[in-house]
């Protein structure tokens, strides 16, 4: 079981999952975790998963919200599209335009307003496109009564069909063998229990920076710092990420990653060793990070808030 002072860090707000000055429009939130996610599946509109945006009325100005970072900022904007409660049921375009990140970001906001141990965890799925383990990002939360943590699938609708198995996904406890932590595919894949190359951003994106070690790298240490407190936006690098959008971890590297792994999935690793792991100047959030657009490939520098 986690030391209190791990579930007490993921019922405090990160700079990202803060609804800051929205907190009072958001209300007081009820802990029941099927009705969190089934709210927060509701409140965006996926970018590229659910089809051209444009063909769904999104016009090209809206494209700018896949880089909300902060849940303040997205709530912000979700009140500005539809004035009405939280929970009111909204059009195509009274939702905003995000990705897996964002489902995952919002329900984590809320279920900690709410009191429930909650953290982003970045990772593969294996429920999208049977055979190849798809970039993801899920909601962990505390089940007090079966003193665990569970994956919950904050993105999508009731009755989704596991491509794999055939049978409806159980989104608010999802398999731990059909969505991987960075910590857990790293492992798998480093000691041959799943291939490298089946896991990708997307199975018909070629480019060697999404796919494979690169894309394992990335994620692992995506992983490491949403644990440590950082939500970050899937497409940003900065420190050794730069190197990976180039080439695959090499040696030292990838031994060092491995022991970031092996202690991540260690149940009896302390929030502060997790935290020590991410401050470490290679793998920390900096002041600046570097955006790469997935709209157009274009790169800027993004100065970070720190509160």
Do not use: K
């Not at 470490?280 to 808030?305: K, M, Q």
């Amino acid at each position: 079981m986690p030391f209190d002072d791990e579930l007490a860090a993921y019922r405090t707000q990160t700079v990202c999952s803060d609804p800051g000055r929205m907190a009072e429009w958001i209300g007081e939130r009820p802990g029941d975790l099927a009705e969190l996610r089934r709210l927060v599946s509701g409140l965006l509109f996926h970018y590229r998963a659910n089809g051209d945006p444009t063909r769904h009325g999104f016009g090209g100005d809206r494209f700018a919200e896949i880089d909300l970072r902060y849940a303040e900022e997205q709530f912000a904007r979700l009140a500005e599209l539809n004035t009405g409660p939280l929970e009111v049921q909204r059009t195509p375009t009274e939702r905003i335009l995000g990705c897996c990140r964002d489902f995952t970001l919002l329900f984590v906001s809320l279920a900690r307003r709410a009191g429930i141990p909650a953290r982003s965890r970045v990772g593969f799925a294996g429920y999208f496109d049977d055979g190849w383990w798809i970039d993801h990002v899920v909601a962990e939360v505390w089940d007090a009564d079966a003193e665990r943590w569970r994956l919950v699938e904050p993105q999508l609708r009731e009755g989704f069909v596991d491509s794999a198995t055939g049978a409806p996904l159980d989104l608010i406890d999802v398999p731990r063998d059909r969505f991987l932590t960075g910590d857990e595919v790293w492992l798998a894949a480093r000691t041959g229990r799943i291939d490298p190359e089946r896991c990708v951003v997307a199975s018909e994106l070629e480019l060697p920076a999404l796919r494979s070690w690169p894309y394992l790298a990335h994620n692992l240490v995506l992983d490491l710092v949403s644990r440590a407190g950082h939500e970050a936006l899937l497409w940003e690098t900065w420190g050794v990420l730069d190197d990976f959008m180039h080439e695959a971890p090499d040696a030292a590297i990838t031994a060092d990653l491995d022991r970031i792994a092996a202690r991540l999935a260690d149940p009896a690793t302390t929030i502060d060793e997790v935290r020590a792991l991410a401050a470490d100047p290679r793998f920390a959030v900096p002041e600046a990070v570097t955006n790469h657009s997935p709209l157009d490939g274009s790169t800027r520098r993004v100065v970070l808030r720190t509160r």
